[in-house]
């Protein structure tokens, strides 16, 4: 079974997510500069990606931390051009 579809996995994200909210981000955003790639090509829809995209970027730029805002916005940039291709 892959670690995407492992339940217990998923609700040991959910339960960092609700506990420490700056970890999980933390994580989402390791995830994304350790494989921009996959969020661009994965089969998800463009639009649920962007959205996540989106609530990523606002936390990081409550954070005032531009330097990851660059990163995620031009990742965005890249989902969102590799749709019209």
């Known amino acids: 079974m892959e670690a995407f579809d492992d339940q217990e996995f998923i609700a040991k994200l959910e339960e960092l997510k ?3 909210i700056d970890g999980f981000m933390g994580l ?3 995830s994304l500069k350790t494989h921009p790639d996959v969020a ?3 089969d998800v829809p463009v639009d649920y990606k ?3 995209m989106k609530k990523v970027l606002k936390h990081f ?3 005032e931390d531009y330097e990851d805002c660059a990163f995620l916005r031009d990742l ?5 051009d ?3 291709r």
């Open 18 to 20: 609700e506990r420490d």
């Open 28 to 30: 989402v955003l390791f």
């Open 40 to 42: 661009v090509e994965d």
């Open 50 to 52: 962007v959205e996540a």
């Open 61 to 63: 730029e409550e954070k």
């Open 76 to 80: 965005q940039k890249r989902i969102e």
């Open 82 to 84: 590799a749709e019209k």
